[in-house]
């Protein structure tokens, strides 16, 4: 997906991230691939609970981390 910062350098989140997303926040980082938005959310906790509610009870810690990379590899294209 390619967005364009307008004159003043906004930048437009199409509307089926927003609504993914449902926040109207996000913090913005530079990582080695480039720019990265995580949203903010609300309830951390809550989030971290149902996350955590979707995880599989028999893999590692380090399984758990390369599937979580694998996956948003993934979305972002990379994969």
């Not at 350098?9 to 720019?35: A, C, H, M, Q, T």
């Not at 948003?72 to 294209?77: A, S, W």
Request: net charge neutral; glycine share 6%.
């Amino acid at each position: 997906m390619l967005v364009k910062l307008d004159k003043k350098g906004g930048l437009y989140l199409p509307k089926e991230i927003r609504n993914k997303f449902n926040v109207d926040e996000f913090y913005i980082s530079v990582v080695p691939e480039g720019i990265l938005l995580v949203p903010r959310v609300k309830d951390p906790i809550k989030v971290l609970e149902e996350e955590g509610k979707k995880l599989q009870q028999n893999l590692s810690i380090e399984e758990l981390k390369r599937k979580a990379l694998e996956e948003d590899e993934k979305e972002i294209g990379l994969r």
